[in-house]
């Protein structure tokens, strides 16, 4: 009993598995593909982290500066065109970098575990997820020193 490829129409064979004039994988014949290597994600989580990390580190400096230069004189710097808003962007971030943390954190735990990542990698990722507390901790700080 010939078979016909549900893509071009083409007869093929009953063992075929794929399709000899589209290349289409037949239905019913099993066609496994060898598995890749397995990427790890804690990298980028990482990555992600450090840099919302680096941002919002920025933006706690600029709201700390901001008391110290914008209050004595009533002026902005041209160069600051963010403060004002820099502290609400620093609670943003915070929010972030949190979530951040928590995923990075997670994520590595289980990495570990199917030995995907090292030991190296496994406690940047704690540091970061840490780190993001701290920051945590500065913007209920900033939050309770406005009230």
Not at 11 to 36: D, Y
Not at 37 to 54: D, E, G, Q, R, W
Not at 63 to 85: D, H, K
Not at 93 to 118: A, H, P, Q, W
Request: aromatic share 18%.
């Amino acid at each position: 009993m010939a078979k016909f490829c549900t893509t071009c129409g083409h007869e093929i064979e009953e063992t075929t598995a794929v399709c000899p004039n589209c290349e289409t994988p037949v239905l019913g014949v099993g066609v496994f593909r060898k598995p890749g290597p397995i990427k790890s994600v804690t990298a980028t989580y990482i990555f992600y982290t450090a840099l919302t990390m680096a941002l919002t580190l920025t933006l706690w400096i600029t709201s700390i500066l901001e008391s110290w230069i914008m209050e004595p004189t009533g002026e902005n710097p041209y160069w600051l065109f963010w403060v004002g808003n820099d502290q609400y962007f620093a609670y943003f971030t915070t929010l972030v970098l949190l979530v951040l943390g928590i995923l990075t954190f997670t994520n590595s735990n289980i990495e570990y575990k199917r030995e995907m990542i090292s030991r190296k990698e496994r406690l940047f990722a704690i540091f970061m997820f840490v780190t993001s507390f701290f920051f945590v901790y500065i913007a209920v700080i900033g939050l309770l020193w406005q009230v």
